[in-house]
């Protein structure tokens, strides 16, 4: 079964507020995660990533925390604008299983923004 | 610098049929991976390509088989097609296949079987 899932399918937010999406991933061995985001009829689109090895990383308008005590990930976006509505994923890099290299998705949290 | 491209963008095959979907990975990227995605799940991981062998496969069928050329493009081939097939499939690629490196994905082939 998957090892990351995600505490909220959907998330409403006005437009200009903070949103804040939420991940947990089950794989403590796990060292690399990455934010993804996906509009409709389309691919995943890279946000952010962090490596096991922070806390915190920060980029433009995004901050993403991974808090490796409780295996919990999570994407903060500033002034949330309506081109920020789509699906967003989080992946977890699979360590210690047969098929490396490959990624492992949750099924996502959508987020709609409200003009 | 090109990102991923993946061709044909929609597909619609019958139910027993055989399909080849296409992928030229980012330049400068010489390893490839492809993802099934359903309708409102996550994508899920089929195999990847890394120098033209096989570098790691998921929980699909030996009817879902695939190749990497030379120029490091790829091909994801299902035989026999079943109704569950119908799904998005998402190729992408990195660097060099690492498991603490971004992968970049295409737009995504939509696959229909009736």
């Known amino acids: 079964g998957e090892s990351v899932g995600l505490h909220l399918p959907t998330l409403s937010v006005q437009e200009g507020d903070n949103s804040i999406i939420n991940c947990a991933y089950s794989n403590s061995a796990s060292d690399y995660f990455i934010w993804y985001k996906q509009e409709s009829g389309k691919g995943p689109q890279f946000i952010i990533d962090?490596?096991?090895?922070?806390d915190k990383r920060q980029g433009q308008r995004v901050t993403v925390l991974l808090n490796k005590t409780v295996k919990h990930l999570s994407l903060q976006i500033a002034a949330t604008q309506p081109g920020d509505s789509a699906v967003y994923f989080c992946a977890e890099n699979n360590r210690g299983g047969g098929s490396q290299g490959n990624l492992i998705f949750g099924k996502g949290t959508k987020l709609s923004v409200k003009p | 610098e090109t990102g991923v491209t993946q061709s044909p963008t929609h597909l619609i095959k019958t139910r027993g049929q055989q399909v080849t979907l296409r992928c030229s990975s980012q330049?400068?990227?010489?390893?490839v991976s492809w993802y099934q995605q359903a309708l409102g799940q996550g994508p899920q991981f089929i195999f990847q390509y890394y120098r033209e062998e096989e570098n790691g496969r998921g929980n699909f069928p030996p009817r879902f088989s695939g190749l990497q050329f030379p120029n490091y493009s790829s091909e994801l081939n299902v035989n026999a097609l079943e109704l569950d097939d119908s799904a998005l499939y998402l190729c992408?690629?990195?660097?060099?296949?690492?498991?603490?490196?971004?992968?970049?994905f295409g737009p995504g082939t939509r696959l229909l079987v009736l």
């Open positions: 330049s400068g990227h010489n390893t």
């Open positions: 962090i490596r096991s090895n922070m």
């Open positions: 992408a690629s990195s660097p060099r296949g690492g498991t603490l490196e971004t992968q970049y």
